[in-house]
């Protein structure tokens, strides 16, 4: 059975469209980054700074570590864009 497509184009308020997008990724933005988890009480942020520092063997009986090292593991390494 062949499928059938529709190129039928629906009008749309571009103010209303615009208005309900941003809305959605504003909300998808909260609850995904914003907000701290119930669990734990960390930030996805927050959580791999610490799972990398912990990687870095970063603890207090070993000597500090500046924190551009920590920073930078964690951009190169667990960044969510790449």
Not at 25 to 35: E, K, N
Not at 53 to 65: A, W, Y
């Amino acid at each position: 059975m062949p499928i059938s497509y529709s190129y039928e184009t629906l009008p749309v308020a571009l103010e209303s469209e615009m208005r309900q997008c941003y809305l959605d990724y504003a909300m998808s933005v909260i609850v995904g980054r914003a907000l701290p988890d119930v669990r734990d009480g960390f930030k996805p942020v927050h959580r791999r700074v610490l799972f990398s520092m912990h990687e870095l063997g970063n603890d207090f009986s070993r000597p500090t570590k500046k924190c551009a090292r920590v920073v930078g593991d964690v951009i190169g390494k667990y960044h969510p864009h790449g």
